[in-house]
T-cell receptor, first 113, second 114 residues
């Protein structure tokens, strides 16, 4: 079945550091890929998505590129801020009316001033 | 636009009591999902509906859990009787039924069963 694997956490960075969070997936066909973010005490929010190979999703300075050859969707940001401290989830969804999201375990990012 | 609305936001109850969680999806969305989040197990899909019909309830832990969607704008998740191991944050999410569309999450209900 479909699965998403995220790098182990937590991750602690200093403000303005470069961020990479790895995500790889296993799926049949061509799923859509997502990054969701969960701030403390809140629900998940869509951060960015990509629906086909080589697409780049971007939002709030974060980027991720759909790499079918490596089945990856790594999240990057050039300069993190304290306000980026949150839990980040990678997810995939196959195409179809009855499809559902498969989430990775999530990784906690803490950014120090 | 109002997002997904969940109530209550917090619930504290005693073991054995019935708990009902409520969700109002975004207007025009015809798929609805119930998730549970715990430290130990992460984010788990419990059940989801398309056009008010349950499609997959394989994630529902046991018979103590039940979910209904009587109309397009309302769903409930009921736990009867509740147990301490049911303590978790329960999220509702909605989306349009076409595949690949984004799910939009509510703020969650934090449940504590004593």
């Amino acid at each position: 079945g479909d699965s998403v694997t995220q790098m182990e956490g937590p991750v602690t960075l200093s403000e303005e550091a470069f961020l990479t969070i790895n995500c790889t997936y296993t799926a049949t066909g061509y799923p859509s890929l997502f990054w969701y973010v969960q701030y403390p005490g809140e629900g998940l929010q869509l951060l960015l998505k990509a629906t086909k190979a080589d697409d780049k999703g971007s939002n709030k300075g974060f980027e991720a590129t759909y790499r079918k050859e490596t089945t990856s969707f790594h999240l990057e940001k050039g300069s993190v801020q304290v306000s980026d401290s949150a839990v980040y989830f990678c997810a995939l969804s196959p195409y179809g009316a009855n499809s559902k999201l498969t989430f990775g375990k999530g990784i906690t990012l803490s950014v120090r001033p | 636009d109002a997002g997904v609305i969940q109530s209550p936001r917090h619930e504290v109850t005693e073991m054995g009591q019935e708990v009902t969680l409520r969700c109002k999806p975004i207007s025009g969305h015809n798929s609805l999902f119930w998730y549970r989040q715990t430290m130990m197990r992460g984010l788990e899909l419990l059940i989801y509906f398309n056009n008010n019909v349950p499609i997959d309830d394989s994630g529902m832990p046991e018979d103590r859990f039940s979910a209904k969607m009587p109309n397009a704008s309302f769903s409930t998740l009921k736990i009867q009787p509740s147990e301490p191991r049911d303590s978790a944050v329960y999220f509702c999410a909605s989306r349009r039924a076409e595949g690949g569309e984004t799910q939009y999450f509510g703020p969650g209900t934090r449940l504590l069963v004593l």
